[in-house]
């Protein structure tokens, strides 16, 4: 459970800090820049921190599963 909160910690740090700069780049882009590509590039950017986000979780419930599942079980 420990390296579980660990990567959730650290999933939690790698995306919001990939958000923050996303919603920073679409909104440079949408009101600033006259360039249309930048604003594509700041949804993208957004749309990468929502997948790492849920690649993390993905992968601590897959732990917490198998974890769960791999102790062998005593015959009463």
């Given at each position: 459970?420990?390296?579980g ?30 360039y249309?590509?930048?604003t ?29 599942f ?7």
């Amino acid at each position: 459970m420990k390296t579980g909160k660990k990567m959730l910690n650290a999933v939690k740090i790698a995306g919001s800090t990939v958000l923050t700069l996303g919603i920073v780049i679409f909104l440079y882009g949408f009101f600033v820049s006259d360039y249309s590509a930048i604003t594509g590039i700041g949804i993208g950017t957004i749309m990468g921190a929502v997948f790492i986000f849920l690649m993390g979780v993905f992968f601590v419930a897959t732990e917490e599963v198998l974890e769960k599942f791999s102790k062998p079980k005593i015959l009463k």
